[in-house]
């Protein structure tokens, strides 16, 4: 009888890393595969189900516009409720950090269904940063009884806080859905990035910055320094892809609109993002996803975040945190385009995010454990 699997998720950055995984299971007669989406991010989360062909089996359809935390949580819990219900899984998959999947484990718990817990053990350290990410991930921990950890320093983390469930060290997922993703000749839908990626002699920077943490002055300060930098190097083109929350938009589009070599873009698609990120001199986020897709694809990354659960990036040297500080951000966007010694250090540094076969493991992890029951 194969092993019933019930995978929820509910943004795109999920999406990126849980289909992957969806389609391993698929293909794995040890499993039947479910699919619920909670739609916390609607338009985002349906172009990465479509470039990966997944149809979800159910659909809560929870987004509302500027829907707040107690709205999604009150959202997700009471649709999956109903979901457990019908399709009694033999696990819950959630991934990450979000409210859909940390309410997605509180529901299987009530349920007493047991959860896996992939792209576990991720910390920062401080409860408030990201917000509400941190909290999650670490409530998560404490209900999961298997956990997905990246990175032999993910484990650790487990085990510092004593979570209660096994652990097994797979890589993370987001290295295996770069198989899907990039190409050698990539015809760009997104008309910034075709037009910036046809030009001869520049220097391409992809940027992303949307944060919660970050919202208001962090912000502005961000899309300052973010001018300076295309001011002050001339080859610089700067892509924006511009989350589509009003209260990122109503900071960046008064700073960084109508200067010629700065273009401001919706959120990208996925395929786009990868494989224009793949030809940038760098890239400027607060993202954590794209901070492990820029170190899979080599490119240097500077964080607009003051501490980051990916730690190790920044010690293998291919991601430098610069924080929100004006002066710290235009220094290192101005050095990674000036100083060639340093911007080759930063690209050859090794990845430590895995080797593409992360959802093989999990899939091997989750047979054996319901083998043992």
Known sequence: MPVKVLSVFGTRPDAIKMCPLVLELSKDPRFQSIVCVSAQHREMLDTVLDIFHVKPDYDLNVMKPSQTLFEITNAVLSGLSEVLDDCRPDIVLVHGDTSTAFVSALAAFYKQIPVGHVEAGLR????????????????????????????????????????????????????????????EQHTYTDPALREVAAKEGVMPVFMTAHRRENLGKPLEDICRAARAFVDAVPEAELVYAVHLNPAVRSTVYPILSGHPRIHLTDPVDLLDAH???????????????????????????????????????????????????????????????????????????????????????????????????
Do not use: W
């Not at 408030?128 to 999650?136: G, K, L, R, T």
């Not at 990175?151 to 060290?169: A, H, S, Y």
């Open 124 to 183: 920062t350290g401080n409860i408030y940063a990201p917000f509400p990410e941190e909290a999650n991930r670490t409530l998560i921990g404490r209900l999961a009884e298997l956990n997905f950890a990246p990175t032999t320093q993910n484990r650790q983390n487990l085990l510092d806080e004593k979570c209660p469930g096994e652990i097994f060290v797979t890589g993370n997922t987001v290295i295996d859905a770069m198989r899907y993703t990039t190409t």
């Open 275 to 373: 494989n224009f990120m793949a030809r940038c001199r760098f890239v400027l986020t607060d993202s954590g996803g794209i901070q492990e897709e820029a170190t899979a694809l080599g490119v240097p990354t500077l964080v607009l975040r003051r501490e980051t659960e990916r730690g190790e990036g920044v010690e293998t040297g291919i991601l430098k945190l610069v924080g929100v500080d004006y002066d710290e951000i235009l220094a290192s966007c101005v050095e990674l385009c000036r100083d060639d010694a340093v911007h080759q250090r930063m690209s050859h540094a090794e990845n430590p995010y895995g080797d593409g076969h992360a959802c093989e493991r999990i899939a091997d992890a989750m047979a054996a454990y319901f083998e043992k029951k």
